[in-house]
């Protein structure tokens, strides 16, 4: 197997990451420096996680699990 660059392993995560709370847009992926990455979500307003609610560290978890 191929090691796999951070910006292919990032794009992994934003490919498969989903708000289980509002079905969020497909996340942003930009590059703000080399090889440092900003992961925007668009969750809807209103969302749980957006206002701190609830944790997205299950939806995270679950995206990382699936880009592996
Ligand atoms: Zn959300």
């Given at each position: 197997m191929t090691p796999r660059t951070p910006r292919e392993i990032i794009a992994g995560l934003a490919d498969?990451?989903?708000c289980g709370d509002?079905?969020?847009d497909p996340p942003e992926l930009r590059e703000i420096a080399p090889e440092i990455f900003v992961l925007q979500i668009g969750h809807?307003?209103?969302c749980p996680v957006l206002v701190g609610a609830?944790?997205?560290r299950?939806?995270?978890l679950r995206a990382?699990?699936?880009a592996s």
């Open positions: 498969t990451y989903h509002c079905r969020s809807a307003d209103g609830v944790s997205d299950a939806d995270l990382i699990d699936r």
